[in-house]
């Protein structure tokens, strides 16, 4: 991902005058810190930023300049890079699955927190160096079967096993916390009231009083509907813990990363060809910025540009294929375009920022995307 620093007002103004014929992302600072300065205004805690969502060095320095002072980091990669914009920054390392010599590397940043989800890890961190005085969270998951929400299929430790864990943080010393991840855009506020619930269950049950609860990303970005609304998650979050923890409610921590960063930008496709059966072919697809669309479902917030102005065809439903030459690179379904898109038009897809330029692959000589800065995306 390179960055050009021309500021366009707008992607139209960009598209139209540079005609670029491979994809491109705009971003929109403003946005973002405007995303961001919600955050710290309506979360009732401590409110970090999920580097993994989009790690690129302008979306972090925005942040910052944003107010944005802690960082859910997974690897040193991040940690450095975190690290070289803003010495002072917190880091909260919370890949509860973690080599000797990532633990160290740790140590040597001086991380703050670590998150755990099983007991060998936890000997891990007493073993390798991690001082007593740092926080150890423990990462909760309810249990898939009979549970209201089924998540966290790879991290987490159940209930019980969550009982043990927290005593065994406390017994060696190290501030004791908790956390969950409710799973990724999540657009149920009860998700986050049930795992509240379960983290003060679990505290009582092993006889500890958590520091922090860190109650994770999860926070929807819009992709079809409209977004949840941010507030009253925050709302909800804020009541639950009010009430699991009457009288000795922990400090709260929040690690949006979709939520932050989506917004802030929009990706724009080339139409490369329009076939003969109405199969449309662009230059970007599922190893390049559409990744999750296989995984999440289509993005419906589209528009598209053209030199002739606006296409405003009745929509006509498209198969939709990128670039690659293989025959797994294709939207799901079928995708509603404007009925007189033609090649050569260029394709917006909005609310594109995370998990979107982070996960881009080389396959088949594509994914260069250039980034452009905005004033606007729309
Ligand atoms: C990925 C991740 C996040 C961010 O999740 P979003 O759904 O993007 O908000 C937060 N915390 C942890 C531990 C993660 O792994």
Redesign the pocket.
Known sequence: MSLVQSLYSAPALHLLSQRPDHPVLYFAPSILQATARRFLAGFPGLVTY?V??NDAVEVLENLMAAGIEAF?V?SPFEMARVKALMPSAVLHY??PVRSEAEIKTAVGYGVGSY?VDSMGELAKLVRFGVPRSAEVTV?LRLPVKGAAYDFGAK?GADPALAVELLKAVSDAGFVASM?F?P????ADPDAWRAYIDICADVARGAGVSLRRLNV????ASHRTGPAPDLEAIFGVIERAADRAFAGAVPDLVC??????VAEAFSLATRVKAIREDGAVFLNDGIYGGLAEMPILGNIDRIESVSPEGARNGAPVQHVVFGPTCDSLDRLPGMVPFPGDLAEGDWVLWHGLG??STATVTRFNGYGEIEVVTTDRLA
């Open positions: 999920a993994k969502a859910d997974a919370n890949n998150s990462r991290f956390t991840h799973g990724t855009q999540c994770g990303g999860g926070y690690e949006p990363g979709r939520a932050m995370a998990y």
